[in-house]
């Protein structure tokens, strides 16, 4: 009786420190994303603060008296845990401008002077205004890559499709070969596909500039699909394969020995059920071209992709970090959302291990 | 005869469908990876006007900035890829069972390697400033006095070494750890368990067991590992800029993005290109030879 509970407390201990050790990996793992992620919303002001605050603040603390040149505004500093003045000028649009840019704050001129109204009756004037959380995406767009954020996004997105139709269409045909006939040179083939994926891709690419340009797609969208795709070509044929080598063929059998033909039994049977499947494989393609950055750099001239923009921003974000930050996050988003939905099919990325 | 024949043909059809389901693939692959493979080949092996020689590579040999970039490669190759092992070798041991919440735990062990490479850099850039969330943390967590501060980036060479091999290290040892993890568990428990019944503790099972069981994981991840670590350049590029630590690739990107008025700029990267392409098409031919790829009559490797 006192022994079991003996064990049991130690298994309870043991178990505990399990969670704890698991906790301490993730622990590691998040902080600097978590930082990152906090980062993208602190305002410019902040953003240079020593040390960071660890959260953004949703409303910023103002100060306001008479200063020696016109109204002094001083700022509630989260570091310091005081007020820290700011700005001292008449100049309302200044102040609006300051506001908005440096606090992440937009306040109009009439919200000021409702505020200055108040300093004829009272000596010092304090007030909150909310932050606008998401001023640093909004900037991002407005000047990252001068002005061709958006459109870089645009194109990306059309990357990435095509990249998907492309590697679909021609990967999931011979993925289907691959899984339900026997040949000669089977092996090989579908090895010889695997090399080409693992090839650097920024061996072609230097070529692959006057052959697109031959085409007249260079700096377009589809030149660069047609280089992504011959990696996710080969990452298609390998999923696809897998995915129709699990569904059995009696499945088909079954539905010609009831009167349909051998495409209409692919097409209804073995189709559906492969979806879920072809869908990662979609992802992944997804996923490759929208984080691919060196091809692009090299492919891309007035066209920049989205991966692209962000490289720059970051590559010369010494004067703003937030804004780099807020880059980056646009960019992780995607590729985390899609991750998470193809998290069972990760170990078939290089078509080794199966989970 | 007539139904003889069309059988024939439907026969011989039959054999030639799976041909005819990969052509296009191959079709693809002839016109837009073979032929820019095979002139990259020819482009690092002639001169501008397009004459054979080998005038490139001995350019490229003796650039200042040859031998400290395959230096630089090397050490970073050797250790990421050795920390890495050991490192996700330890987390998938210990955390080799099923328990409560595993799949939250292995999703999150995914986002650092699905953070795109300019959203990493971003991370990483940001944290690595003076007055970054790195030194913040540090000194949120009591380490750094108040007004003191680490200059990440202006370190030695040696340092900037060992950063961005951390770095890489935190970004690849949970996707390792989840490679190795799926190994473990393919492995059959009686396995073990007769281990222990003839007497052996954990460290013998693990080392005559355990390991010689997982050893084509292992092969499998380290070596897709050492494929993609002698491609590091771009966090390389973020953190210091270019020709600041050069390592290969980063040098074909510089030759072709940053000093694209020269003559020789086309040369110069084609062959870095070239010598890239050989170390890694080597490390992938070692990596389907392991794979099986060679083996006559193997059906499957999945």
Request: net charge positive; charged share 10%; glycine share 6%.
């Given at each position: 009786?006192?022994?079991?509970?003996?064990?049991?407390?130690?298994?309870?201990?043991?178990?505990?420190?399990?969670?704890?050790?698991?906790?301490?990996?993730?622990?590691?793992?998040?902080?600097?994303?978590?930082?990152?992620?906090?980062?993208?919303?602190?305002?410019?002001?902040?953003?240079?603060?020593?040390?960071?605050?660890?959260?953004?603040?949703?409303?910023?603390?103002?100060?306001?008296?008479?200063?020696?040149?016109?109204?002094?505004?001083?700022?509630?500093?989260?570091?310091?845990?005081e007020y820290m003045s700011v700005l001292d000028t008449q100049d309302l649009e200044k102040i609006s401008q300051y506001t908005r840019y440096q606090l992440g704050t937009p306040m109009t001129i009439e919200e000021i002077e409702q505020e200055i109204v108040k300093l004829?009756?009272?000596?010092?004037?304090?007030?909150?205004?909310?932050?606008?959380?998401?001023?640093?995406?909004?900037?991002?767009?407005?000047?990252?890559?001068?002005?061709?954020?958006?459109?870089?996004?645009?194109?990306?997105?059309?990357?990435?499709?095509?990249?998907?139709?492309?590697?679909?269409?021609?990967?999931?045909?011979?993925?289907?070969?691959?899984?339900?006939?026997?040949?000669?040179?089977?092996?090989?083939?579908?090895?010889?596909?695997?090399?080409?994926?693992?090839?650097?891709?920024?061996?072609?690419?230097?070529?692959?500039?006057?052959?697109?340009?031959?085409?007249?797609?260079?700096?377009?969208?589809?030149?660069?699909?047609?280089?992504?795709?011959?990696?996710?070509?080969?990452?298609?044929?390998?999923?696809?394969?897998?995915?129709?080598?699990?569904?059995?063929?009696?499945?088909?059998?079954?539905?010609?020995?009831?009167?349909?033909?051998?495409?209409?039994?692919?097409?209804?049977?073995?189709?559906?059920?492969?979806?879920?499947?072809?869908?990662?494989?979609?992802?992944?393609?997804?996923?490759?071209?929208?984080?691919?950055?060196?091809?692009?750099?090299?492919?891309?001239?007035?066209?920049?992709?989205?991966?692209?923009?962000?490289?720059?921003?970051?590559?010369?974000?010494?004067?703003?970090?937030?804004?780099?930050?807020?880059?980056?996050?646009?960019?992780?988003?995607?590729?985390?959302?899609?991750?998470?939905?193809?998290?069972?099919?990760?170990?078939?990325?290089?078509?080794?291990?199966?989970? | 005869?007539?139904?003889?024949?069309?059988?024939?043909?439907?026969?011989?059809?039959?054999?030639?469908?799976?041909?005819?389901?990969?052509?296009?693939?191959?079709?693809?692959?002839?016109?837009?990876?073979?032929?820019?493979?095979?002139?990259?080949?020819?482009?690092?092996?002639?001169?501008?006007?397009?004459?054979?020689?080998?005038?490139?590579?001995?350019?490229?040999?003796?650039?200042?900035?040859?031998?400290?970039?395959?230096?630089?490669?090397?050490?970073?190759?050797?250790?990421?890829?050795?920390?890495?092992?050991?490192?996700?070798?330890?987390?998938?041991?210990?955390?080799?069972?099923?328990?409560?919440?595993?799949?939250?735990?292995?999703?999150?062990?995914?986002?650092?390697?699905?953070?795109?490479?300019?959203?990493?850099?971003?991370?990483?850039?940001?944290?690595?400033?003076?007055?970054?969330?790195?030194?913040?943390?540090?000194?949120?967590?009591?380490?750094?006095?108040?007004?003191?501060?680490?200059?990440?980036?202006?370190?030695?060479?040696?340092?900037?070494?060992?950063?961005?091999?951390?770095?890489?290290?935190?970004?690849?040892?949970?996707?390792?750890?989840?490679?190795?993890?799926?190994?473990?568990?393919?492995?059959?428990?009686?396995?073990?368990?007769?281990?222990?019944?003839?007497?052996?503790?954990?460290?013998?099972?693990?080392?005559?067991?355990?390991?010689?069981?997982?050893?084509?994981?292992?092969?499998?991840?380290?070596?897709?590992?050492?494929?993609?670590?002698?491609?590091?350049?771009?966090?390389?590029?973020?953190?210091?800029?270019?020709?600041?630590?050069?390592?290969?690739?980063?040098?074909?990107?510089?030759?072709?993005?940053?000093?694209?008025?020269?003559?020789?700029?086309?040369?110069?990267?084609?062959?870095?290109?070239?010598?890239?392409?050989?170390?890694?098409?080597?490390?992938?031919?070692?990596?389907?030879?392991?794979?099986?790829?060679?083996?006559?009559?193997?059906?499957?490797?999945?």
């Amino acid at each position: 009786m006192k022994k079991k509970r003996w064990i049991n407390i130690n298994k309870a201990a043991k178990m505990t420190s399990f969670y704890i050790f698991v906790t301490g990996i993730m622990i590691a793992m998040l902080i600097p994303i978590f930082f990152i992620v906090s980062l993208s919303f602190l305002s410019t002001r902040e953003a240079y603060r020593f040390p960071l605050p660890l959260l953004p603040a949703l409303t910023t603390k103002f100060e306001l008296t008479h200063g020696e040149r016109g109204y002094l505004i001083s700022v509630y500093d989260r570091v310091e845990n005081e007020y820290m003045s700011v700005l001292d000028t008449q100049d309302l649009e200044k102040i609006s401008q300051y506001t908005r840019y440096q606090l992440g704050t937009p306040m109009t001129i009439e919200e000021i002077e409702q505020e200055i109204v108040k300093l004829e009756t009272q000596e010092i004037v304090y007030f909150t205004h909310r932050r606008n959380l998401l001023f640093n995406y909004e900037t991002f767009f407005r000047v990252a890559g001068t002005g061709q954020a958006i459109p870089a996004l645009i194109r990306s997105l059309q990357i990435c499709a095509l990249t998907i139709v492309i590697s679909l269409s021609i990967g999931g045909m011979a993925g289907y070969a691959f899984a339900r006939y026997s040949f000669k040179g089977h092996d090989t083939l579908k090895f010889g596909v695997l090399f080409v994926r693992m090839f650097p891709g920024v061996a072609i690419a230097l070529p692959m500039v006057i052959i697109l340009a031959n085409y007249g797609f260079f700096d377009k969208p589809i030149g660069l699909s047609l280089v992504y795709s011959i990696g996710s070509i080969a990452l298609t044929v390998w999923i696809t394969a897998s995915i129709f080598m699990g569904i059995p063929v009696s499945l088909e059998e079954a539905a010609q020995v009831f009167g349909s033909t051998k495409t209409h039994a692919f097409l209804r049977i073995t189709l559906p059920l492969a979806f879920p499947g072809l869908a990662a494989a979609a992802m992944f393609t997804f996923l490759g071209a929208w984080n691919e950055t060196i091809l692009a750099i090299i492919l891309t001239q007035f066209n920049p992709t989205f991966s692209v923009v962000v490289f720059q921003t970051v590559l010369g974000s010494v004067g703003q970090v937030n804004l780099a930050a807020a880059g980056g996050m646009v960019m992780a988003l995607p590729a985390v959302v899609f991750t998470f939905f193809i998290r069972r099919y990760i170990n078939q990325m290089w078509g080794g291990v199966t989970v | 005869m007539a139904v003889a024949s069309s059988k024939n043909i439907r026969r011989s059809w039959g054999r030639i469908i799976p041909y005819l389901l990969i052509l296009p693939v191959i079709l693809y692959y002839a016109a837009f990876w073979l032929r820019p493979v095979i002139t990259a080949v020819i482009g690092s092996f002639t001169n501008a006007s397009g004459h054979f020689t080998l005038q490139n590579f001995a350019m490229v040999i003796n650039d200042e900035n040859f031998i400290p970039a395959v230096r630089n490669t090397a050490v970073i190759v050797f250790f990421s890829v050795t920390l890495e092992f050991l490192g996700a070798l330890f987390l998938a041991l210990l955390i080799n069972r099923k328990f409560a919440g595993s799949g939250f735990f292995l999703f999150f062990a995914m986002i650092p390697m699905a953070l795109p490479a300019a959203a990493a850099g971003a991370m990483w850039l940001t944290g690595l400033t003076a007055h970054g969330w790195i030194n913040s943390l540090l000194y949120y967590l009591g380490i750094l006095a108040e007004g003191e501060k680490v200059y990440w980036l202006a370190g030695s060479e040696l340092s900037l070494l060992a950063l961005v091999i951390f770095i890489d290290a935190w970004q690849v040892i949970p996707s390792v750890m989840i490679i190795l993890l799926a190994g473990l568990q393919n492995i059959p428990k009686e396995t073990q368990e007769a281990g222990y019944v003839f007497g052996g503790n954990y460290l013998t099972v693990l080392r005559k067991i355990t390991l010689p069981l997982l050893s084509p994981t292992i092969q499998t991840a380290m070596i897709l590992r050492l494929i993609s670590a002698i491609q590091i350049w771009l966090i390389i590029v973020l953190l210091l800029g270019y020709s600041r630590m050069p390592v290969l690739l980063e040098r074909v990107v510089y030759y072709q993005k940053e000093v694209k008025g020269l003559d020789i700029s086309y040369q110069m990267a084609t062959t870095y290109t070239i010598i890239v392409a050989a170390i890694v098409s080597l490390a992938a031919l070692v990596y389907l030879q392991i794979s099986g790829a060679f083996k006559r009559g193997k059906k499957e490797v999945i």
